[in-house]
């Protein structure tokens, strides 16, 4: 068993952000949550992490709600990477990813097991040569795997990335949800880049306005007709070798303008 939510409705600022969304991940599977901005893809990540508590509608681990499961077992279990991360104190690589042995240790603070679960989660996020690098000498796409690797060190069963790839050049993009998905782990990671949910994820589910648009592997999923109802943007999706590509065509009704 792993992740699942039935059901889930959550108003925030008057709003309703998750409007009776259900999701039901496989062990081991990534799946990814689409839709446009606004569309309710943090909200729904921060019900399935339990950082807010839905309106209606529960989410379960193995079966146990999570409002039953105290913080620090369901932060052993599940770790979620935000989309930013800020920091004025120039602390290592190292110390960035010790933060996710917290949950780990005893009432004196000390966790046995610290420094392996660290050296694992460096060499997982391939950071084992930066473990000394400071914060603020790291690049976009070092200080998200430096976040990832601080998730990993939870050693979590479940991980919730929020748009991993956000302000990342095409390279590290790639090299983010290569990394993502071959984790051993369930993974829920929102993502904005259609094509590269259809060439990573298992399983996709599209959000519009709070609601459940869309759901299933992403070859019979993203189609020109899910873009366009959802998105608002004519396209044309072709299939290679099993993933969907999508092309996204200029709106003859609203041309770029051309300098004289």
Sequence with gaps: MTLSAEHLSWTRGGNLVVDNVSIRPRPGQTVGLLGPNGSGKSSLLRLLAGVSRPDRGTVTLDDTPLHRLGRRPLARRIAMVGQHAHTEVDITVRDVVRLGRIPHRDLFGTDPREEPAIDRA???????????????????????????ARALAQEPGELLLDEPTNHLDI???????????????????????????????????????????????????????????????????????GVPVIRYRRSAANPLPVDP
Aim: glycine share 6%; hydrophobic share 45%.
């Design 122 to 148: 460096l060499r997982a996020a391939g950071l084992t040569e930066h473990a000394h690098r400071t914060w603020q000498t790291l690049s976009g796409g070092e200080r998200q795997r430096a976040q990832i």
């Design 171 to 241: 390279a590290h993009q790639l090299e983010i949800l290569d990394l993502i998905t071959r984790l051993p782990i369930t993974t829920v990671v929102a993502l904005h880049d259609l094509n590269l949910a259809a060439m990573f994820c298992d399983y996709v589910l599209v959000l519009d306005r709070g609601r459940v648009a869309a759901h299933g592997i992403p070859a019979e999923t993203l189609t020109a007709a899910l873009v366009h109802d959802v998105y608002g943007v004519r396209a044309t999706v072709t299939v290679d070798d």
